[in-house]
């Protein structure tokens, strides 16, 4: 952490783009906890809470598409577009409420559009870091910023459940809008290195700023070439593997994050539905922040870890009180944040730098991609067997990942990530295709 504060004292790019991104996952998280339940206090089903986050969950599925244009469009443009079109669109919702016609077929309509504008937002975390961070500082950047995206959205989620408790959903999407405002000017002001060094800087005139290879034809023409070598580096890797593994987590997290509006409600309703979410983002949080100082240890053993979150998911829905749920629920995200971190750095040491956006994108919706497959049939399976059971259930997600690592001895043996090189993933780089 101290290395974290330094990092953010003298690097102003990275100071800026932590703030936006702590701005837009603060908008991200406020507008899922309010979508998701008015979605549940307008239909009372969780099969249709589970349908609407389904929805929100499509980043996951989709990013592959975006991941080929992140690499060749210009990085500060794209972000900052995104954070635009998010803060307009949302303020759709309260018009509508004023005017007495929200409903749940307007959520539909708003949502997708909403997803679409935070499409670039998990790839392009991946490929600009390193054009603003150094090379050594990846690690305790990595965790800072894990530690707004997958951590600090917890004090969001908690607010807005109570948010909602006292002031009703809708009036919940104007504060939203604000979030967005500060996260596109944030953004604005990032300067970012080109691939040979060179910086765009906000103020520069145009014709200093201007790059061939980041032009819209440039980057539409070699789409479906760019698509397929995202594909193509990780093909017979034991990140085909690792995928796997994330993609069952994931399901089971979409049929969990289905039910959860539905689950908070008999327990106490819309408060401890923001509770249960800040809970799941404080379980990441400490991971996050845990992160960094566990990359001596063997990656392998740290995926084991996920079976005390299963175990920790299963003992929260038996809690006999509110408060125990709570706690374990959160402990149960632990081990996420943890290897969340250490993923991310091993990407970005181990794949090319002029990759990165479309090996995140690929890898991001392969695994992703059950996300909104898990929350459609969480909401069915919901309304079949029960809130608690379904529930329960779900933490075999995390638990499949440590059983199938145990099983596997070269994932098991996995170095630690500060040792970790390609071949240990089976990844072909220019030098050991040379060697061979």
Known sequence: MIAAMRLLRHNRGFRRFLAGQFATNAGDSLYTVAVLWLAFELSGSTLVTGALNAILLLPWLLQVFAGPLVDRLPLRAVLVGSQVVQGVVVLVLPLAAIT?????????????VLVLASLVMAPMETALLPRIVEDERLSEANSALATVTLGLDM??????????????????FLADSLTFAVAATLFAGISVATLDGREKNADAPASSRADPGSSVDGALGSYVSDLRAGVDILRGTLFVELILTTAVANFTTGVALAILPAFGGSTGGPAVYGLLLGALGIGRLVGSVVGPYVERVPYGLVLVSHGFGAGCWVAAVLAPSTTLTVVLFGLAWVPIGISGVLTATLNQRLFPADALGRVAATKGTASGATLPLGSVIGGLVGELLGVTTTMALAASGFGFTAVYILLRPRLRQLPAVEAATPADFDLQTESNRSAA
């Open 100 to 112: 007495g016609t929200l409903s749940v077929g307007l959520l539909f309509a708003v949502v997708p």
């Open 155 to 172: 004090l969001f989620d908690a607010i807005g459940g109570v948010f909602i408790a006292v002031f009703g959903a809708t009036a919940l």
